[in-house]
């Protein structure tokens, strides 16, 4: 059964830098994985923010980035804002069924 | 404005059935593929299920596999997942979400609107 794995929690200070990554239990992550990023807020829908690696939604903030990194898929946020504390899902593509990682509790303190 | 409204959850015993609906507006919806997602209470996001724009690609999960079926009436603008024999790990929040291509089997899964959810609860 393949697992997609993410840091279960990190914790940004305001202002500051954070990447968030999602490994593959079948090997590197390659951009044929359609790598995409999602952000899910307490008792909200998840919103789309990254799909196929590195392209934004017209919505989705220009501190959000997404790149491949040391065989992972990666998720960096540049000056993180208070309102970025959020969960932070990927999805990797195995050939007809996407699979979810474990979600990211981002918290901003 | 893109809308995705999922309807048809509710209370149901182990071993029985249910049909999901997901009513799109906003976008040609006869377009795009289209994805069922669930969330346990308290847990993470779970793939359920993928149609293409013309039902020509269709995949599910293997936790589901054999018991849910997902159809599409591009007429209605509709979305179904058809849920029987369902156990009391099918309890969760069923997303509705767009594809962004018509075909996520073949141009892989590029995801961008999500609908709020109908929650699913299977208990006696």
């Known amino acids: 059964q393949t697992v997609v794995t993410q840091e279960p929690s990190l914790t940004v200070s305001p202002g500051g830098t954070v990447t968030l990554t999602c490994a593959s239990s079948t090997g590197a992550v390659t951009s044929g994985y359609y790598p995409n990023w999602f952000q899910q807020k307490p008792g909200q829908a998840p919103r789309a923010l990254i799909y196929s690696t590195s392209n934004k939604h017209s919505w989705t903030p220009a501190r959000f980035s997404g790149s491949l990194l040391g065989g992972k898929a990666a998720l960096t946020l540049s000056g993180v804002q208070p309102e970025d504390e959020a969960e932070y899902y990927c999805l990797l593509y195995y050939g007809g069924a996407p699979v979810f990682g474990g979600g990211t509790k981002l918290t901003v303190l | 404005e893109v809308q995705l409204v999922e309807s048809g959850g509710g209370l149901v015993q182990p071993g029985r059935s249910l049909r999901l609906s997901c009513a799109a507006s906003g976008f040609t919806f006869d377009d795009y593929a289209m994805h069922w997602v669930r969330q346990a209470p308290g847990k993470g996001l779970e793939w359920v299920s993928g149609?293409?724009?013309?039902?020509?690609?269709?995949g599910y999960a293997d936790s589901v596999k054999g018991r849910f079926t997902i159809s599409r009436d591009n007429a209605k603008n509709s979305l179904y997942l058809q849920m029987n024999s369902l156990r009391a790990e099918d309890t969760a929040l069923y997303y509705c979400?767009?594809?962004?291509?018509?075909?996520?089997?073949?141009?892989?899964?590029?995801?961008?609107?999500w609908g709020q959810g109908t929650l699913v609860t299977v208990s006696s």
């Open positions: 149609i293409s724009w013309n039902s020509g690609s269709i």
């Open positions: 979400a767009k594809d962004m291509s018509g075909d996520y089997v073949e141009e892989g899964p590029d995801f961008d609107y």
